[in-house]
């Protein structure tokens, strides 16, 4: 299995744009994780969703975040409008029954 | 919710020591205790865990210790070497409606001194 997959790796974008981060999951696996990592808050979870439906949104940090899961091999993340106090990594994880959680590689997101 | 405590923050130890890195938990009913690896500017990658009916397990230099009664947990690394040189991150896994996700801990930086 390639692991979980996420896209871009790598974004920079102006303050003001729409970043759509994408993820998917690893086959099989029934739960997905939205995660943002940063040097003063760690890694704070996001969102979660379970067989497709969010099940806890309750760390989105406010109404620009929005998290969608339309079938159970694609998620995304968007941000509208972006924050330069949304630059962080946001990293995409998913889980077996055995509750195992692996990590995507994450995307690196910048807004100047 | 769960709440995952984690000491210390930084931690240096000259190669060949072993380190050790402790994490308490507040929800009894946790069941899953996983520790994370992050290299740097990498993604946090599970190097071994621990399930609540079990005290200890142990994988090469890596061991793992669980105390259900006291909620806490610890890593313990032998033989350090420069390659161990991380972030590493315990978590914790809660129960009631929750339970399908972790709570992690904030994180130990081990530098390992050559």
């Known amino acids: 299995d390639a692991g979980v997959i996420q896209s871009p790796r790598h974004e920079v974008t102006e303050m003001g744009q729409e970043v759509t981060l994408r993820c998917k999951p690893i086959s099989g696996h029934n739960s997905l994780f939205w995660y943002r990592q940063t040097m003063m808050r760690g890694l704070e979870l996001l969102i979660y969703?379970?067989?497709?439906?969010?099940?806890?949104d309750s760390g989105m940090p406010e109404d620009r975040f929005s998290a969608k899961m339309p079938n159970a091999s694609f998620s995304t993340l968007k941000i509208q409008p972006s924050e330069p106090r949304d630059s962080a990594v946001y990293f995409c994880a998913s889980n077996s029954l055995r509750n195992t959680i692996y990590f995507g590689e994450g995307s690196w997101l910048t807004v100047v | 919710g769960e709440n995952v405590e984690q000491h210390p923050s930084t931690l240096s130890v000259q190669e060949g020591d072993s380190a050790v890195i402790k994490c308490t938990y507040s929800d009894s009913a946790s069941n899953y205790f996983p520790w994370y690896k992050q290299e740097l500017g990498k993604r946090p990658q599970l190097i071994i865990d621990?399930?609540?009916?079990?005290g200890e397990k142990k994988d090469q230099r890596i061991a793992v210790t669980l105390n259900k009664t006291a909620k806490h947990f610890s890593l313990h690394i032998t033989e350090t070497q420069p390659e161990d040189s991380a972030v590493y991150f315990c978590a914790a896994k809660g129960s009631g409606a929750g339970s399908y996700q972790l709570t992690f801990g904030k994180g130990t930086k081990l530098s390992v001194i050559p």
């Open positions: 621990i399930r609540s009916n079990v």
């Open positions: 969703f379970n067989n497709n439906v969010p099940i806890d």
